[in-house]
């Protein structure tokens, strides 16, 4: 069966070394003066200023996956929770929640050819892709046109969905056409490199 292109940005699935019910997540501020929205499953940049950013697709350094945020709403008058950042409302900072533990392992979608054995172990930017206002969760994607193993991509392919221990059924899970699901974990992030932001 075919896979559906309904991209649903990175979602955690497990800690790198087995199954774990927790895994670390990072209190961090987004400015309220960001307008750029924010969606529950996106990957995010640290900035200098020590807030974070939805991150741009390339080699940048990414802090984590951003899950959620809570912010007072100048529209609403009252303190809102929110699975995304809509890009305005906040009548201050905006309190951000990311996984960044550097052991999570994320599934996510590729955004065409299908992502397969011989992939395994390789580097992968994203496409960041357009995030639903309605539901709050990612358009971003994995972007199979740049695995490489080039140290500087923000993930590490460590399986997909349809193949090894991963194997299943299911949406994702035919790794012979496009739009297929893949398992990464963080390589060039906040915890996992020597470069300071």
């Known amino acids: 069966m075919s896979n559906v292109n309904a991209p649903f940005g990175f979602r955690f699935l497990r800690h790198l070394q087995g199954v774990a019910p927790n895994v670390a997540m990072s209190l961090r501020r987004i400015a309220y003066g960001n307008g750029t929205a924010i969606f529950n499953g996106d990957p995010v940049t640290s900035l200098s ?6 991150s741009a697709a390339g080699t940048t350094q990414i802090a984590g996956i951003f899950i959620g945020c809570k912010y ?18 906040a009548n201050a900072d905006v309190e951000a929640y990311i996984l960044d533990d550097p052991n999570a392992v994320f599934v996510a979608q590729s955004n065409g050819t299908a992502i397969a054995l011989a992939d395994v172990g390789d580097n992968i930017n994203f496409a960041i892709g357009s995030g639903s206002t309605a539901t709050g969760i990612s358009g971003a994607t994995l972007d199979q046109s740049t695995i490489l193993t080039t140290s500087t991509l923000p993930f590490k392919i460590v399986g997909y969905a349809g193949g090894g221990e991963f194997a299943a059924v299911g949406p994702g899970s035919d790794p012979t056409t496009a739009y297929n699901w893949a398992y990464v974990t963080f390589n060039f992030q906040d915890f996992k490199s020597t470069t300071g932001v």
Do not use: E
């Not at 200023?49 to 939805?54: D, N, V, W």
């Open 49 to 54: 200023t020590g807030y974070i950013a939805q």
């Open 72 to 89: 007072v709403s100048v529209s609403q008058k009252r303190t809102v929770w929110s699975n995304y950042w809509p890009g305005s409302d």
